[in-house]
């Protein structure tokens, strides 16, 4: 089955910096991406996704980027504020998730 | 609509009793995930269904876990007995289709075995 490793486990930078976080996946067969944005004591949310057939897609400060020919997928959150600090999961097509990123920004 | 719903929010059993746990999908959802999160393991899948069938149970940790969809908008999952090691955070997800769409989640159980 698909397997999803994600990358850091932990994230620490300072409020206006940039945060990226990384996922590979084994199932070449895959063809949906989405992130998820846990915060505490709630379930975890989608705040964006990407489909194969592009290779990035932009919504404000957030970007995701694929590379199908390596397997692995990227979020990028820009002008980092500290309401974003939460935990952050990738998944694949099958809605199995990665293990998982706690972002903090510091002001 | 209200969201997925779980029931209960919180949950606090002795070992060895028998905990269902409850899930409640958006109107018109065609799938339901059921999910285990905890500090080791992460968030885990035990089983998913669509149109109310099984479809993946292997997620299922043993065979004292259970779960079923009596109808198209209601789910629970069952552990009898309980034990410690099965305190987590259990949540319910639910979705318009089977794959490749947003899945919604619910604001999750808090299971504690004592």
């Known amino acids: 089955g698909e397997n999803v490793e994600q990358h850091p486990s932990t994230l620490s930078v300072q409020e206006g910096d940039s945060a990226v976080i990384k996922c590979t996946y084994s199932?070449?067969?895959?063809?949906?991406f989405p992130w998820y944005k846990q915060e505490l004591g709630k379930g975890p949310q989608l705040i964006i996704d990407i489909r194969s057939n592009v290779g990035e897609k932009k919504d404000q400060r957030i970007a995701v980027t694929l590379n199908k020919t390596a397997k692995h997928f990227s979020l990028h959150i820009t002008e980092t504020q500290p309401e974003d600090s939460a935990v952050y999961f990738c998944a694949a097509s099958n809605m199995r998730f990665g293990a998982g990123t706690r972002l903090t920004v510091k002001p | 609509d209200a969201g997925v719903i779980q029931s209960p929010r919180h949950e606090v059993t002795e070992m060895g009793q028998e905990v269902t746990l409850r899930c409640k999908l958006i109107s018109g959802h065609n799938s339901l995930f059921w999910y285990r999160q905890t500090m080791m393991r992460g968030l885990e899948l035990l089983i998913y269904?669509?149109?109310?069938?099984?479809?993946?149970d292997s997620g299922m940790p043993e065979d004292r876990f259970s779960a079923k969809m009596p109808n198209a908008s209601f789910s629970t999952l069952k552990i009898q007995p309980s034990e410690p090691r099965d305190s987590a955070v259990y949540f319910c997800?639910?979705?318009?289709?089977?794959?490749?769409?947003?899945?919604?989640f619910g604001q999750g159980t808090r299971l504690t075995v004592v």
């Open positions: 997800a639910s979705s318009l289709v089977l794959s490749n769409t947003e899945a919604f």
């Open positions: 269904f669509n149109n109310n069938v099984p479809i993946d």
């Open positions: 199932d070449s067969a895959s063809n949906y």
